[in-house]
């Protein structure tokens, strides 16, 4: 480890917490080169490399964003801009929209994607779970930045599709679930904001 400030541009990852020699190694092998490669990661790709799953990834994604606003360098809060906003779910010709999540929805928004994720990893429909496994980790990481209450995303059509069913079913279930039935209608906003884009 250096004395050196850290930025997006920094190859020494083991200064993000977490990370030691070895993992490091797998990162890079992985094609994470930078600390900013490292905090623009979508989680699946983190947690697929050996020895690290899903929290261990969520918790490096978080600590190479920490690491990155931290820095009180310009250029480097222009790094930070260039990684979050819009938030890309998934490369390819994209479509750009807005929602609106206040930071107390957040998790539910994240976790009715996983939930969608996990039904489609049931049904055997693996290209549908990796769209909602890519949008959880675009939620989450707009989530973490805490640029809101509008976030900017682009995916593509398919994408928002997985999207915008995660949001309509997540509701319905809410609605059934004693004690968060609250939720039921912030879901139901936030997919009626995206069936705007579909």
Avoid: W
């Avoid at 190859?11 to 020699?21: A, E, R, S």
């Avoid at 939620?139 to 995660?166: C, K, N, W």
Wanted: contains cysteine; hydrophobic residues 40%.
């Amino acid at each position: 480890m250096t004395d050196e400030p850290v930025t997006s541009e920094t190859t020494d990852l083991t200064v993000i917490d977490g990370v030691g020699d070895a993992v490091a190694d797998d990162l890079r092998d992985a094609g994470y080169e930078t600390v900013g490669a490292v905090a623009d990661a979508q989680l699946a790709g983190v947690a697929d490399i050996s020895g690290v799953g899903d929290t261990t990834a969520h918790d490096i994604i978080v600590h190479a964003l920490e690491l990155i606003n931290g820095s009180t360098d310009a250029d480097e809060q222009d790094d930070l801009t260039a990684l979050t906003a819009p938030f890309v779910i998934d490369d390819g010709d994209g479509v750009e929209f807005t929602l609106e999540i206040a930071a107390d929805v957040f998790p539910y928004v994240i976790h009715v994607v996983l939930e969608e994720a996990v039904s489609q990893q049931q049904s055997n429909s693996f290209a549908l779970r990796d769209d909602a496994l890519r949008c959880a980790s675009a939620l989450e990481r707009a989530h973490l930045s805490d640029v809101g209450p509008q976030y900017g995303f682009t995916a593509t059509e398919g994408t928002i599709t997985t999207l915008y069913r995660a949001l309509k079913r997540g509701a319905a279930d809410y609605q059934g679930r004693s004690g968060i039935t609250s939720r039921y209608a912030e879901l139901r906003a936030i997919a009626d904001q995206l069936n705007e884009y579909r």
